[in-house]
């Protein structure tokens, strides 16, 4: 038997490639996780790295992430995919501190009475003295019954404090809580309905409001029975609505921004507050 020895300047015969220019599926992994929900990871092999560069186009458009490597004549690519398929929720209760009329304090409404705190938020308003704030809503036809009447501002109480407080025009404000629900989705970025879309800018009773946020068919994650007490307590503390008012929730719309792993943070708040009906429909 014969043996060819390759000196330095031989020249061998390039080997033979066996397979195909399209893009061929070799294997595929699928995981499941917590955080990402499925996600699918391929591999591709290929005799043409354009061919694989243009399969990588239509993963790179789905937001897809993918790794190509070409090795002795052959292309392989690897995709992972981030875009998960399921959605992970976060609940906060926030509180900030707003100036109000003083006209709307709990304390100022339970200590004044409702003449006298009609009168002065007339005159409050209207810049006059109470003679001419009695006067103006006397005025009415029919008249009101009964009549409204000066509130005695000369003896120490509650009345003659707000008086002494306003009756120069000077703005008399307080300080007061208001809290709103906030609601964070972090979602697959594929485009489905979300409930944040819904009901915007109307007012939830109660009873919408908690059916909402904790179904189980709307989040992954719904509220936990530990904000839904707080959220309770805050209702229980807004007091008892005027005629016409709603103690409940009023949903805002939801801004958007992009994540971390190609996915979208859709948050959307709630005002928990005694809401006029007037200015506002109900949830359907």
């Given at each position: 038997?014969?043996?060819?020895?390759?000196?330095?300047?031989?020249?061998?015969?390039?080997?033979?490639?066996?397979?195909?220019?399209?893009?061929?599926?070799?294997?595929?992994?699928?995981?499941?996780?917590?955080?990402?929900?499925?996600t699918l990871d391929q591999e591709f092999n290929s005799l043409s790295l354009s061919a694989?560069?243009?399969?990588?186009?239509?993963?790179?458009?789905?937001?897809?992430?993918?790794?190509?490597?070409?090795?002795?004549?052959?292309?392989?690519?690897?995709?992972?995919?981030?875009?998960?398929?399921?959605?992970?929720?976060?609940?906060?209760?926030?509180?900030?501190?707003?100036?109000?009329?003083?006209?709307?304090?709990?304390?100022?409404?339970?200590?004044?009475?409702?003449?006298?705190?009609?009168?002065?938020?007339?005159?409050?308003?209207?810049?006059?003295?109470?003679?001419?704030?009695?006067?103006?809503?006397?005025?009415?036809?029919?008249?009101?019954?009964?009549?409204?009447?000066?509130?005695?501002?000369?003896?120490?109480?509650?009345?003659?404090?707000?008086?002494?407080?306003?009756?120069?025009?000077?703005?008399?404000?307080?300080?007061?809580?208001?809290?709103?629900?906030?609601?964070?989705?972090?979602?697959?970025?594929?485009?489905?309905?979300?409930?944040?879309?819904?009901?915007?800018?109307?007012?939830?009773?109660?009873?919408?409001?908690?059916?909402?946020?904790?179904?189980?068919?709307?989040?992954?994650?719904?509220?936990?029975?530990?904000?839904?007490?707080?959220?309770?307590?805050?209702?229980?503390?807004?007091?008892?609505?005027?005629?016409?008012?709603?103690?409940?929730?009023?949903?805002?719309?939801?801004?958007?921004?992009?994540?971390?792993?190609?996915r979208v943070n859709i948050v959307t708040e709630y005002l928990l507050a005694l809401i006029?009906?007037?200015?506002?429909?109900?949830?359907?």
């Amino acid at each position: 038997m014969s043996v060819i020895i390759a000196g330095p300047y031989t020249t061998l015969a390039p080997s033979a490639q066996r397979g195909f220019s399209t893009p061929f599926c070799r294997r595929q992994t699928g995981r499941w996780s917590p955080t990402n929900g499925w996600t699918l990871d391929q591999e591709f092999n290929s005799l043409s790295l354009s061919a694989m560069e243009n399969l990588s186009a239509i993963y790179q458009d789905a937001g897809i992430e993918y790794e190509i490597t070409f090795q002795n004549g052959i292309a392989t690519m690897r995709t992972i995919d981030t875009t998960g398929t399921i959605t992970i929720d976060v609940w906060e209760i926030a509180a900030s501190r707003g100036s109000f009329s003083v006209f709307g304090s709990p304390k100022v409404i339970a200590n004044v009475s409702v003449n006298d705190l009609k009168v002065l938020t007339r005159a409050y308003l209207d810049r006059t003295t109470l003679a001419d704030a009695v006067s103006a809503l006397n005025g009415t036809n029919p008249p009101p019954s009964p009549l409204y009447t000066e509130p005695n501002t000369v003896a120490d109480s509650p009345t003659k404090r707000l008086y002494e407080k306003v009756k120069n025009g000077e703005e008399a404000t307080f300080l007061l809580d208001q809290y709103t629900l906030r609601h964070t989705t972090n979602a697959p970025n594929r485009g489905f309905l979300n409930v944040a879309d819904v009901n915007v800018n109307r007012i939830y009773t109660q009873a919408q409001f908690f059916s909402e946020i904790t179904n189980a068919s709307y989040w992954v994650f719904p509220a936990p029975q530990e904000i839904i007490g707080a959220l309770n307590s805050i209702f229980f503390g807004l007091g008892n609505p005027p005629t016409n008012f709603i103690k409940g929730a009023l949903k805002g719309g939801s801004s958007r921004i992009t994540a971390a792993q190609n996915r979208v943070n859709i948050v959307t708040e709630y005002l928990l507050a005694l809401i006029d009906t007037d200015n506002y429909f109900t949830a359907t």
